[in-house]
């Protein structure tokens, strides 16, 4: 092999040196005068040598050179540039160099005359040729790096998209660099020139140029910036002169020229921008730097710190502020003093009245819970209980008294209301047992005396005051008098109270009599006169004062200030209108709202109160009784109500139209009542892919309607007074019947993340106001086809509007209307369900009947269906026109347009962590954490990925999705367009081995690539509506080896 090889390298020389000496005498000075790199060196003037003497034969003795000398690891950029360098040394012919071009480039006509008319002109004196090097097996091994470059070059929009996604995530082309696998090896330079090149050009890439265009400024300014200008750069722009204004055109020129020189991210804009940087720096040619000050003249740190003034630097003395401190501090030292002579007094007169043990309740002690090992006091009207953690302190921590690790961070607060009741209400996972009874997440239940309270486990003995309201009164007294300062009418005393007082202050000598008075006040020598009368007249003097109070606060409301005048209701009624204005009462105060009319997040439905009382309609949208409602509401006061015609309002009295609503589960958390509106605890939601009926989050508007199904009507209207009545019966038997799984998700999911932000108006949602189910019903295609539609009707219809049968107190009953096309398409699967999970539909969601849009916004699924029509117009529903539409965050209640947005159809990608929960707890043995959640898309919009971070977004990994219940096979993909239900996902990963709490955030990816915002705030809105931003939790971890983790 070696002799074959041999000879065929002697037989290459003859015909190369026949060839004729030009072309070698051409390129040997090209190869002399070339700079070369560090890898060029080492095929430099040895291998040259080399190469040569076995052209002439084998009669100069060979000398082996070695290429090991200095070596250091080559970065991706060098290794590609001296890959290339290397194989078109191999190529047979003279060894030109040309300069680099990007990949798939061809050389251009000037330059290929440039290297032919050099190639003519010099004429060489000596004849010699370069022939390759023998392929050894040390040359072979230096051939693999040409594998690596074989697909540079060859970007596929698989690769744009990878690359923009990345940018997204990071902003720094670096990092892409080593951080993303695309579909073939790309160096660094080749990331930046397809980046940019994608961000200029939108001929190279029409997707990934609009991908490029939904990109955040910042985003693209931040990879701008890491561009630094090199010296040739600013040696171009220095030579503009300084006295010139130049413009664009200039710097475009400047590019033009210059392509080699100037980065790929440069636009005239940016020079520009630099350019006055130098001028401002004195950095252009023409300009001169005054020199520096020389010899004695420079002025050192010592000489600059000799000038400064030291009293100047002095901060002068406030007399006045340290007056004031001083006589503050002198009276709190002597309240202090004199609140430690009363204390032996005070506990010895509590004990008296409360019979209990000086143990358990002292003078700031309401209740006690006694538990195995430690016994705790209430001595606020309302404490925490739960799990001290490191960042967050609790009135009551129960991990002294057992495996605390089964307990949430906040697992209930004890409350004690005016009238002496103690509640506990469950805020944590897991219930709360009061005498036996369980106390679900979310739900209060009254504390009796000694009752007991078992919490994971854990037994604890409720003890509490046995004359508690006589121990809210004395505390009250005691906080007043603290503060030095009473109330006028907490000084009014029963009769028999006060000649009390005057014996039991006479019975004292003046110094002591004049120390309580000094201390407590004037009225204090009435409360120990009580106490000393025994309970029974501190309780008369409690149920006295109580009286007081509650009748104070009936005078202030039923009396009439003399600032403001006082109407009847004949002149109330004369103000219905706009025009007259519009006056309403409620609770005997008069208010003109005309000007509140207009901004009425309701629209005009306040204008059926107009001229009477707010409590009837008040009574049927109780969402109205809220602080900052009545806040908003007393701002438009103008009067009060006569005597008269008050106790005439007072009579009228609404029965309550959610009377005959449904039973709900225990374990919804409930955000409204009436009308009722909840939603399942989140972890519930992963459980099961599909959604129980009873754990399907409650959307109502008004009451649940009372239907007949043996008398239930649908009416149709395609053409206007041709109408199609169908009852239940027929329509389960005149149409077939199809099943759809699909979500439902209300528009205000996860509100209130948004309200954290700032506060927005509707219903406080959690993550779990979404949910999954299999439908079965008609379609609405085959109804409406057979109720007249025809392409006739398909020329002017555009919407189909649906009415339910649930009404308000003035007939107004729920409606909302979605696209004429998303109605008629095979493909819309829309649905007259009477089914859901293969059962009856319930009271709750609809029963009988109900429209199920699939992808589609939950507020356009009309309930208790009644009738639909063909329309050219949207509905005129006020849910239609002026609710469930997104707006600016910088939009607000005085600047909103309701009819400048249009209603919300689909919904945008959304994702969320259902388990672990917020604030939970991870023990570090356990090694890992597992993570559960949702995601789905509105239109139809497949999720294809989910992408979950442990550090808050700073490393990402991709979770499992699956379309089915763990341990089953995952259904079929659906259809394009079709993918109408959630994705379950998980993910687990390793803890992190020094991290103390870990950000749980996940983000989701449909198959048009939409992608979720990082923030909310950039989202927010006034109505709360299209919550998407990354679902974050926070989740600690602890040192303790000996627990079990819970998730």
């Known amino acids: 092999m070696r002799h074959e090889i041999r000879n065929h390298n002697q037989g290459q020389q003859q015909r190369t040196m026949q060839a004729g000496d030009s072309v070698v005498s051409a390129s040997m000075p090209l190869v002399g005068a070339q700079s070369r790199s560090e890898d060029e060196e080492s095929l430099g003037v040895k291998d040259v040598k080399r190469t040569a003497t076995q052209a002439f034969g084998s009669g100069v003795p060979k000398r082996r050179s070695s290429s090991r000398s200095i070596k250091r690891k080559k970065f991706d950029d060098e290794l590609v540039e001296s890959s290339l360098v290397k194989s078109s040394s191999r190529v047979k012919g003279p060894p030109v160099m040309e300069p680099v071009r990007c990949s798939g480039s061809e050389p251009s006509s000037s330059e290929k005359k440039k290297v032919t008319k050099s190639g003519t002109a010099l004429t060489p004196p000596l004849t010699m040729v370069i022939n390759p090097a ?58 930046k020139e397809r980046w940019y090149a994608l961000l200029y050009d939108p001929v190279i890439s029409k997707l990934a140029w609009q991908a490029m265009r939904q990109l955040h400024p910042e985003a693209i300014a931040a990879i701008q910036s890491k561009a630094l200008f090199s010296q040739n750069e600013e040696a171009l722009l220095a030579k503009i002169g300084s006295t010139s204004q130049p413009k664009l055109d200039v710097f475009q020129d400047l590019l033009s020229k210059h392509p080699s020189i100037f980065h790929p991210s440069r636009t005239p804009k940016s020079l520009l921008v630099h350019w006055q940087l130098l001028k401002q720096y004195y950095l252009l040619d023409d300009q001169s730097v005054q020199p ?28 006045v502020l340290e007056h004031e401190l001083m006589i503050s501090d002198r009276h709190q030292k002597k309240e202090i003093r004199q609140l430690e002579q009363e204390l032996p007094r005070w506990q010895v007169l509590v004990d008296s009245i409360t019979g209990m043990s000086m143990p358990d309740f002292d003078n700031q002690t309401l209740a006690a819970l006694r538990g195995r090992m430690v016994r705790y006091l209430m001595r606020s009207r309302e404490i925490t209980l739960g799990r ?14 057992g495996p605390a690790w089964k307990i949430s961070r906040k697992q209930g607060i004890i409350k004690l209301k005016n009238n002496g009741d103690f509640f506990i209400a469950n805020e944590g996972r897991r219930p709360i047992y009061i005498d036996g009874r369980p106390v679900l997440s979310g739900n209060k239940w009254k504390l009796n005396n000694n009752s007991v309270v078992e919490i994971a486990g854990l ?72 106490l000393l009368t025994g309970t029974g007249a501190v309780l008369a003097y409690g149920l006295y004062h109580q009286k007081a109070e509650r009748a104070d606060t009936s005078k202030v409301q039923t009396e009439k200030p003399s600032a403001l005048p006082i109407f009847s209701q004949e002149e109330v009624t004369k103000h219905r209108s706009l025009k007259d204005g519009v006056w309403v009462t409620y609770r005997g105060s008069v208010y003109d709202i005309t000007e509140f009319v207009a901004i009425h997040p309701g629209g005009d439905k306040i204008l059926l109160a107009a001229g009477g009382a707010l409590e009837p309609f008040w009574a049927l949208y109780a969402v109205h009784n809220q602080e900052h409602i009545l806040k908003i509401l007393s701002e438009y006061k103008v009067g009060e109500l006569s005597a008269e015609d008050l106790k005439k309002q007072q009579t009228l009295k609404s029965s309550d139209p ?64 041709r109408v199609l009545t169908l009852s239940l019966e027929e329509l389960k038997t005149r149409f077939p019947k199809h099943t759809v799984t699909a979500t439902l998700q209300c528009a205000g999911n996860r509100r209130s993340e948004m309200n954290k932000v700032k506060q927005v108006k509707g219903l406080n949602w959690g993550i779990a106001a979404i949910s999954n189910a299999t439908w079965g019903g008609a379609k609405l295609r085959d109804v409406l ?13 555009r919407h189909v509007q649906f009415e339910g049968l649930d009404r308000d107190v003035t007939g107004t009953t729920y409606g909302a209307s979605i696209p004429i096309n998303k109605a008629v398409s095979e493909q819309g699967d829309v649905l007259l369900a009477y089914e859901m999970n293969c059962e009856e539909l319930p009271a709750d969601h609809g029963f009988p009947v109900r429209v199920v849009v699939p992808g589609t916004v939950g507020a356009r699924n009309v309930k208790w269906l009644g009738k639909i029509t063909v329309s050219a117009e949207e509905s005129s529903s006020h849910w239609q026109q002026n609710d469930y539409k997104g707006f600016s965050p910088g939009t607000d209640w005085d600047t909103v347009d309701f009819k400048s947005a249009p209603a919300i159809q689909e919904l945008p990608i959304q994702s969320a962590i259902t388990t672990p929960a917020d604030g ?59 993918a109408w239900a959630w994705k379950l996902w998980e993910v687990t990963a390793p803890l992190p081995p020094e991290a103390q709490e870990l950000e749980i955030v996940c983000k989701a990816v449909d198959n048009s690539y939409n992608m979720q915002p990082d923030t909310v705030a950039p989202i927010w809105n006034l109505r709360g509506v299209l919550s998407n931003a990354w679902h974050r939790v926070k989740v600690e971890i602890r040192e303790d080896q000996n627990e079990e983790p819970i998730h």
């Not at 006589?470 to 007043?480: F, G, K, V, W």
């Not at 086809?785 to 219809?797: M, T």
């Open 920 to 978: 939970a707890v991870i023990y570090r043995s356990a090694e890992q954490v597992t993570v559960n959640g949702y995601a789905w898309s509105g239109g139809g919009r497949e999720v294809v990925r989910v992408d979950v971070s442990l550090d808050g977004g700073k490393t990402w990994q991709v979770a499992q999705l699956r379309s089915s219940d763990k341990g089953q096979p995952d259904k079929p993909s659906p259809q394009p367009g079709q």
């Open 658 to 721: 959610y009377s005959s609503d449904p039973e709900r589960h225990p374990v919804l958390h409930i955000n409204s009542l009436k009308p009722f509106n909840a939603e399942a605890p989140p972890e519930i939601l992963s459980d099961s892919y599909i959604t129980p009926s009873a754990f399907f989050f409650k959307r109502n508007h008004l009451p649940v309607p009372q239907v007949d199904p043996a008398s239930y009507r649908l009416h149709v209207e395609v053409l206007p007074g």
């Open 785 to 797: 086809l057979a109720a007249g539609y025809e392409p006739e009707v398909a020329q002017w219809a």
């Open 388 to 401: 001290a953690t490191k960042d967050k302190q609790i009135d009551v921590d129960l991990s002294l008294e």
């Open 292 to 319: 520096l000050p020389k010899g004695d003249q420079v002025l050192n740190f010592s000489d600059a710190e000799q000038m400064v003034d030291d009293v100047k630097l002095k901060e002068s003395r406030d007399e």
């Open 459 to 530: 037994r604890f003995g409720a003890d509490t005051a046995e004359n508690i309201s006589a121990m809210l009164l004395l505390r009250r007294i005691h906080n007043l008098t603290r503060v030095g300062s009473l109330n006028t009418h907490r000084h009014q005393v029963a009769p028999a109270l006060a000649t009390c007082a005057i014996r039991f202050s006479s019975s004292r000598s003046s110094d002591d009599q004049r120390s309580y008075q000094h201390t407590f006040g004037p009225s204090w020598s009435h409360v120990l006169a009580g």
């Open 134 to 191: 023998p392929i050894t097996k040390r040359v072979k091994k230096s051939k693999q790096p040409l594998h690596v470059t074989k697909d540079l070059g060859r970007w596929k929009p698989t690769d744009d998209l990878l690359l923009i996604n990345a940018v997204l995530q990071t902003t720094d082309l670096t990092s892409v660099h080593l951080g993303v696998k695309f579909s073939c090896r790309f160096t660094l330079r080749e990331i």
